[in-house]
């Protein structure tokens, strides 16, 4: 009944203050000419009035003014500007349609929306163009990767495309692809993430001041949101490269009414090692070995407009990473007449499935809702299987093991944008989620001549609900001051378990004079999930698990206050200082791992805090035939836990104290265009013994110090820093157009003056050191030396 009553005033408020205005509203969508697809962000202003508003992440934009004779611009990055002179007697539906432009000029510019106009503070809004002109390693586009470009944001270690934000962990960073949380966003263990740029449409990266609408994470939201389809013509593009291939077709299902859009990659790895396999197979006839890895991604949407007020989309996403390796040996069995065979299967997989069915419903030219009811589904599976047999179908004996985690979501969600006028933006919702854990079971199968075991153990399947509600109003108060206020409510269930949260958010803007301004804002966040890990690459052993009566959710609050000016010629700097704390952080006890959880994982974790503060620059240039950027992030980031490093203050293991990175592009002409990112960023934490002590050795046998290794002093957890890293790389794109559209070349070069970064340094001992004490040396392990690579891309 409440819920209903909740429902039914949201929906009467907004009617009812309607009717009390006296201006007249233009309303519609922003789309791309070519495509029909909705633009984000785009601009409309009223330059006589000067007022304006942007599209919402539907392309949706409501402006009311007074009757009259007005001059409209609409406006986006990367499009011609258009301009409209209409009549306004009564309430208008206008659809725009912007066709993407060459490179703006500086008049051009000046329509777009401005760096110091907005609330927005520590967000940052990605180009896909942008994305895919940057040389990236093995010439495979990841927008992650060009996210760690970005001040504040840091990749954990060589290659790797998990990203840590503000000092907060992987799991602190909420990814949505079309609304729907994914919870590994990585392929080829770390090395690469699960989005295929060619399916993407806009990317939006909030790093602090979070508007209310977001909740559930402490550090970042990364709202991806995917390729509409085309409602005109069918187009398509892909690539060929060095380890993966790619394809993604769109067009019309129904012409100006139903569109789609699909894309797939796979790499093929596991297909180019095959004949040095097959090549070591043939040095024996009763050996045989296959062995692999291969990702792949699935993208689909469906988008179909039921009338002027009414939309319905469909999008789903399915990735999977396979690691296998299978062996057979065959030996004649002198007791019988026949060979005898055994044979082994080892092999590890992840991966992510997510579905969303969107419906977009316009109340009035001022009030518009959006139901998304999603499905998300991540799992991981590792395990091994032997046997012996004379005949497969009857083996002598068999032995497996599999262990398996994960998370699965069902939700539902409800948002409202209301535009009363000019100076209010309303959007306001609430979202339910059905969380099912599976933090790791376990399966042995022992099968023989002796007997057999079929056991199952490890923690229980754990269910949980979570819901929240929010309201945010972005407020323009005065021609200088406006804010984005908010707040976020939230709760969980759990078992016996209940948890609640009320979080404030606040983002203000003074705007100093026509170029600059002056930002602040707070954020209160609630994490109700953890993930245990004690890996440095982001690999899928990482377990999930909810906050419980023993495991309370993680609490964070942020403050960040801001400078940013616009400049002619698409010139922009942002400067931002911020301050993070963080509480009810989890970790390993010492000696303790994800193989050690199963179902008492509870009791084998700590409770901490943490904190982050720093200073961010931020040179940006948009548009022009020069365009990237450059950032600096000076920071610090520290933990304690009562049980840990003596319940001293410790050094976060990815506390860097200054990162930069270069990030630009140069377009000779339609022809040509180069890339260039380098990077510089203080080495990683690390945890070494300063002192050893020497077992129990026997001087007539050396051998015996390896079964007995030394013992090992640690002064302090992560007090030893890696060297620095840095990285230059290079790329061309040349560009052919072709009677079925064009083809593109790209040749890179990752890595250019071959910088042996270290990926993780331990110590080892000297070659050919048999002595009974032998001595220790430190030794680094790089990864990537200089790496070359090319593609072939094509669009018709």
């Known amino acids: 009944m409440v819920l209903k009553l909740l429902f039914a005033l949201l929906l009467v408020l907004p009617t009812s203050y309607l009717r009390a205005q006296k201006n007249t509203t233009i309303s519609g969508y922003v789309k791309n000419k070519s495509s029909s697809e909705a633009i984000i962000g785009a601009r409309i202003y009223c330059d006589s009035l000067a007022v304006g508003t942007v599209t919402n992440v539907y392309g949706f934009y409501s402006l009311s003014i007074p009757p009259g004779k007005h001059s409209i611009l609409f406006s986006s990055i990367g499009y011609s500007p258009q301009k409209k002179l209409i009549n306004l007697e009564n309430d208008l539906q206008l659809d725009i349609l912007l066709a993407e432009g060459k490179l703006l000029n500086e008049v051009e510019v000046t329509a777009e929306q401005l760096n110091h106009e907005s609330t927005e503070i520590s967000t940052i809004n990605l180009s896909m163009d942008k994305v895919k002109s940057l040389p990236v390693l093995l010439g495979e586009v990841d927008i992650l990767k060009t996210a760690s470009l970005l001040p504040g944001i840091h990749s954990g270690s060589e290659g790797s495309s998990g990203i840590y934000v503000r000092g907060g962990g992987p799991d602190q960073n909420l990814i949505l692809l079309d609304g729907v949380p994914i919870y590994n966003a990585n392929h080829l263990f770390g090395f690469f993430s699960v989005f295929n740029a060619d399916a993407i449409n806009s990317v939006k990266i909030v790093k602090g001041g979070f508007p209310s609408r977001y909740g559930g994470r402490l550090s970042s939201v990364i709202d991806i949101n995917m390729n509409e389809g085309n409602m005109n013509e069918y187009h398509g593009e892909g690539s060929i490269g060095i380890i993966s291939s790619k394809l993604m077709i769109s ?196 099968n023989s001549s002796f007997g057999s075991l079929d056991s199952t153990f490890g923690a229980n399947k754990t269910n949980s609900h979570e819901f929240y509600g929010y309201i945010e109003d972005d407020w323009s108060i005065t021609k200088r001051l406006s804010a984005n206020a908010g707040l976020h409510f939230s709760n969980l269930i759990v078992n016996k378990s209940y948890y609640n949260s009320l979080q404030p958010r606040l983002a203000m803007n003074y705007v100093l004079n026509e170029k600059s301004s002056v930002k602040l804002s707070y954020a209160a966040m609630t994490q109700y999930l953890h993930l245990l890990s004690n890996t440095t690459v982001g690999l899928p052993t990482d377990l999930w698990v909810p906050a419980t009566g023993k495991v309370p959710p993680q609490i964070g609050h942020q403050i960040a206050a801001g400078y940013a000016v616009d400049f002619k010629k698409g010139y922009s700097i942002s400067t931002e200082a911020y301050y993070k704390t963080m509480n009810n952080l989890i970790a390993y006890k010492e000696g303790a791992s994800f193989l050690s959880a199963g179902e008492n994982w509870e009791e084998i974790v700590e409770v901490g805090k943490g904190w982050s503060y720093g200073a961010e620059i931020l040179l940006e240039k948009k548009v022009g035939k020069l365009s990237g950027w450059i950032g600096y992030t000076l920071s610090w980031t520290n933990r304690q836990f009562e049980n840990l490093n003596f319940g001293k203050i410790y050094p976060y293991k990815y506390d860097r104290r200054h990162d930069v990175s270069l990030a630009l592009t140069y377009k000779f002409n339609d022809k040509i265009d180069v890339g260039l990112v380098w990077v510089y960023g203080t080495g990683n934490s690390l945890t070494l013994p300063v002192q050893q002590y020497a077992a129990n050795v026997s001087n007539s046998d050396p051998n015996q110090y390896y079964f007995n290794p030394p013992i090992e002093n640690f002064q302090a957890k992560n007090d030893y820093k890696m060297p620095s890293y840095h990285r230059l790389d290079l790329g061309v794109n040349i560009h052919k157009p072709k009677k079925w559209g064009e083809a593109i070349w790209s040749f890179g070069v990752y890595n250019a003056y071959s910088r042996q970064n270290p990926f993780y340094i331990e110590y080892g001992y000297l070659p050919n050191d048999f002595s009974p004490n032998p001595t220790k040396v430190l030794k680094q392990i790089s990864l990537f030396p200089l790496i070359p690579s090319v593609s072939y891309a094509f669009k018709f």
């Open 251 to 446: 067009g019309p299902i129904l012409k100006n009414k139903m569109a789609f859009m699909i894309s797939a990659r796979r790499t093929y790895i596991d297909v180019l090692a095959r004949p040095i396999i097959n090549a070591v197979n043939n040095n024996s006839s009763n050996y045989e070995t296959k062995v692999g890895y291969f990702f792949y991604d699935l993208n689909g949407k469906v988008n179909y407009k039921i009338n002027d007020k009414n939309r319905i989309y469909l999008s789903g996403y399915m990735g999977k990473d396979k690691f296998y390796l299978e062996d057979e040996y065959k030996y004649y069995d002198y007791d019988s007449t026949k060979y005898r065979y055994y044979a082994n299967e080892a092999g590890m997989n992840w991966g992510n499935k997510i579905f969303a069915l969107r419906w977009n419903h316009q109340f009035s030219p001022k009030l518009l809702s959006n139901l998304t009811l999603n499905f998300s589904d991540y799992k991981f599976v590792v395990g091994f299987e032997d046997s012996e047999y004379y005949e497969k179908a009857n083996p002598i004996s068999n032995n497996s093991f599999e262990y398996l985690s994960g998370i699965q979501d069902w939700g539902a969600k409800l948002d409202f944008f209301f535009y009363p006028n000019p100076k209010h933006k309303i959007v306001y919702g609430g979202n339910y989620i059905y969380h099912t854990f599976r933090p790791g079971v376990s399966t042995i199968v022992n």
